[in-house]
């Protein structure tokens, strides 16, 4: 077996490689946070920085490569390590009574279901256009986003993916360090305020949108795309 096989074959592998992985993703979640609160400054923002995101097309798709790759290797490495440790348990214990244990941590394997499910989602409603994206424009996120999230009920699917996401990071942050051996065991495991606050900021930054969208906070705009006569 290679290097690499053994590496992957081993449980600290795998969680090495959710690790890394996990900072992509953490990376790439505040990058894009920051591009959708352009929302705020208007129509023509959002098209510029959409022209950006587009300005080398094969270094766009490298990106998209690389995140897909790296969402993908987070989530088959916490599918093997689950099976590990179901296999490594077949009976239930009768009573558990976990030293330390956090909502996000009991929630964080089902929680990566629903972030999944919400990607798909969210792709096909915002780049592609295909579903619940009522008079999409290539090109023209603002009124892509201020139309897609209108109706309630996808801007509440996007809440409750937030919400997930949120958890997804308080406990991911912190888990992170732990693999990595950055942090050192605590007393107080309990006390983790840097994935606190990295997690209200990724809410807040995100749902500022849907919920700015149900409260008409975004005035129609004249499509920016249409204007330039693409
Ligand atoms: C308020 C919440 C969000 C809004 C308004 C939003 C908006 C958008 C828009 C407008 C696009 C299309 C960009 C373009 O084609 O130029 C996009 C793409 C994307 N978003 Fe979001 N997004 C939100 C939340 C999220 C979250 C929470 C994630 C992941 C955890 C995410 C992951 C992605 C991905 C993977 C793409 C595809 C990028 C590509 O086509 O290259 N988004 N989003």
Redo the contacts with the bound molecule.
């Keep these: 077996m290679s290097y690499l096989a053994r590496f992957w074959d081993s449980t600290i592998g795998k969680k090495f490689v959710m690790a890394i992985t996990g900072i992509v ?1 953490v990376l ?2 505040l990058g ?1 946070m920051s591009g ?1 609160l352009l ?1 705020f400054k208007g129509a023509e923002a959002m098209h510029e920085y ?1 022209l950006l ?1 587009r300005t080398s097309m094969p270094l ?1 798709w490298a990106a ?1 490569g690389g ?1 897909i790759v790296a969402v993908l290797l987070h989530a088959l490495a916490a599918y093997q390590l689950t099976q590990r440790s179901n296999a490594a348990r077949p009976q239930q214990y009768a009573k558990t009574a976990p030293q330390v244990t956090t909502f996000a941590a009991k929630t964080i394997r089902w929680g990566g279901v629903l ?1 999944l499910a ?2 798909v989602f ?2 096909l409603h ?2 592609l256009g295909q579903v619940a994206a009522p008079g999409f424009v290539h ?1 023209d ?1 603002y009124n ?2 201020r139309q897609g ?1 209108a109706n309630p009920l996808v801007a509440g699917f ?1 809440v409750l ?2 919400g997930a ?1 949120g958890l997804h990071l308080y406990h991911g942050t912190w888990a992170v360090f732990r693999t990595l051996g950055i942090a050192r065991p605590t007393p107080t495991p309990l006390k983790r305020r840097l994935s606190v606050v990295l997690a209200a900021a990724v809410v807040l930054g ?2 500022a ?2 919920i700015g969208a149900l409260a008409g906070a975004f005035p129609d705009a004249p499509s920016p795309v249409m204007a330039e006569g693409h």
Excluded: D, E, K, S
């Design positions: 993703g790439f979640v894009h959708n929302m959409a995101l766009l998209r995140l972030l919400f990607i969210h792709i915002m780049t090109l996120p892509n986003v999230l996007y993916a937030i996401l995100f749902a949108i849907p």
